[in-house]
């Protein structure tokens, strides 16, 4: 079975940092380019950033930039999203997705990022 | 940066035809995807490449896309159907946000 597993969410202080994962089960991992989106409560999808499946490319969304950092492990079938300088904004839910022909027909269930003194 | 616009509700009675339509300037020039997000669930792709379906996807969930306008139809449409739909494209014009989503679209059955 397909499987994308998201882990490392928590309650942060602004101003703090979290590691994110993503356990890719099912599929040849190496072979995908891989998205992290998010969703504030409430509110709708947002894209976060992305990861080529050798990682030769890289992007950022405006909000994230300079502050998040993607990357993966193929040996270990596993994506990261490292986060520092969190802000009350960036508070949602995180998942990562497969890319599929620029869509994303992949998604995990989502791990929940709370930004709060 | 690039935009696109749902409408925020749509609402059909069980049986009839829903559409629900996502505008971009010049979005019959991209490949449009389409998502399906239940509350407290994580989107699932119903459509992508304006018109096709990933496998397991009913039939009733259809695609088109030209001009301004791309537009996700649901036939006979069914209680589960109800749920939050967005639009998607991937933007290589810009380096500010590759893959754009619409605000999305409430769908109730009434």
């Known amino acids: 079975e397909v499987q994308l597993v998201e882990s490392g969410g928590g309650l942060v202080k602004p101003g703090g940092s979290l590691r994110l994962s993503c356990a890719a089960s099912?599929?040849?991992?190496?072979?995908?380019?891989m998205n992290w989106v998010r969703q504030a409560p409430g509110k709708g999808l947002e894209w976060v950033s992305s990861?080529?499946?050798?990682?030769?490319?890289?992007y950022y969304a405006d909000s994230v930039k300079g502050r998040f950092t993607i990357s993966r492990d193929n040996a270990k079938n596993s994506l990261y999203l490292q986060m520092n300088s969190l802000r009350a904004e960036d508070t949602a839910v995180y998942y990562c997705?497969?890319?599929?022909?620029?869509?994303?027909?992949?998604w995990g269930q989502g791990t929940t990022v709370t930004v709060s003194s | 940066s690039y935009v696109l616009t749902q409408p925020p509700s749509v609402s059909v009675a069980p049986g009839q035809t829903a559409r629900i339509t996502c505008g971009g300037n010049?979005?019959?020039?991209?490949?449009v995807h389409w998502y399906q997000q239940k509350p407290g669930q994580a989107p699932v792709l119903v459509v992508y490449?304006?018109?096709d379906r990933p496998s397991g996807i009913p039939e009733r969930f259809s695609g088109s896309n030209s001009g301004n306008t791309a537009t996700l139809t649901i036939s006979r449409v069914e209680a589960g159907d109800e749920a939050d739909y967005y639009c998607?494209?991937?933007?290589?014009?810009?380096?500010?946000?590759?893959?754009?989503f619409g605000g999305g679209t409430k769908l109730t059955v009434l």
């Open positions: 099912g599929f040849t991992f190496s072979s995908y380019s």
């Open positions: 997705a497969r890319v599929l022909r620029n869509g994303m027909d992949v």
């Open positions: 990861i080529s499946s050798s990682s030769s490319y890289i």
């Open positions: 998607q494209v991937w933007d290589s014009s810009s380096d500010h946000s590759l893959w754009v």
């Open positions: 010049n979005i019959g020039s991209k490949s």
């Open positions: 490449d304006d018109s």
